[in-house]
């Protein structure tokens, strides 16, 4: 059974801040790692995956397959980071539905 | 492209009716997945369609079916509504063949009283 535990609820930071988001999964296989965002009145989308080894809007998330995570990581918080992120994992042979963690909810003050 | 989008908004149920929910897919989709989320709490995967026929299901009681039409548009279909149904439906689309990332509606937000 695939699983994604994002242990913060709430994770309050100031502008300027790091932020980090963390975000543990279980698999026994080859998993694919997401993080969706979801934006105050806006729908749930993609930021970004690890299979892309890209920054988007400044985040970074790395897999570490040693420790089970993909935390969610951005060097200088923007109060329009403001949102609701959700880890998200999909398991390889075959098996491609998302199995999305609880959320954590990122407020950046100003 | 409207993405993908979802019928009704808002839908207010009694204990023990039946309700219809409506996604139509963003364009050149294939795939439909039905979550609920409720309160608080990640998006949870009811089941998916492609090909008109159910792919994958979670652990969702039988009360809960699905249908995709030929144009890839779905429904989901709930019987005998539970208070616990309660609960924002979402329906994510996306092009079949490997993890494609998901493409998800606005919701449709059930109230069972």
């Known amino acids: 059974a695939q699983r994604v535990t994002q242990p913060e609820k709430l994770l309050s930071v100031f502008k300027g801040a790091p932020v980090e988001l963390k975000c543990n999964y279980s698999y026994s296989g080859s998993p694919e790692l997401f993080w969706y965002v979801q934006y105050s009145r806006q729908r749930l989308q993609l930021l970004l995956r690890h299979i892309s080894r890209e920054s988007i809007k400044g985040f970074t998330a790395d897999l570490n397959k040693g420790e089970t995570s993909f935390h969610l990581k951005k060097p200088f918080a923007q109060e329009e980071d403001s949102a609701m992120y959700y880890c998200?994992?999909?398991?390889?042979?075959?098996?491609?539905?998302?199995?999305f963690g609880r959320g954590t909810s990122l407020i950046v003050h100003p | 492209d409207a993405g993908v989008t979802q019928s009704p908004t808002h839908l207010i149920k009694t204990r023990g009716q039946q309700v219809t929910l409506r996604c139509s897919p963003k364009?050149?989709?294939?795939?439909v997945s039905w979550y609920q989320q409720a309160l608080g709490q990640g998006p949870q995967f009811i089941f998916q369609y492609y090909e008109e026929e159910e792919r994958q299901r979670g652990n969702f009681p039988d009360r809960f079916s699905g249908h995709q039409f030929p144009n890839y548009s779905s429904e989901l279909n709930v019987n005998a509504l539970l208070l616990g149904d309660s609960a924002l439906y979402l329906c994510?689309?996306?092009?079949?063949?490997?993890?494609?990332?998901?493409?998800f509606g606005n919701g449709t937000r059930l109230t069972v009283t």
């Open positions: 998200a994992l999909s398991g390889s042979g075959g098996s491609y539905i998302p199995t």
């Open positions: 364009s050149g989709h294939d795939t």
């Open positions: 994510a689309s996306s092009f079949t063949g490997g993890s494609s990332p998901l493409h």
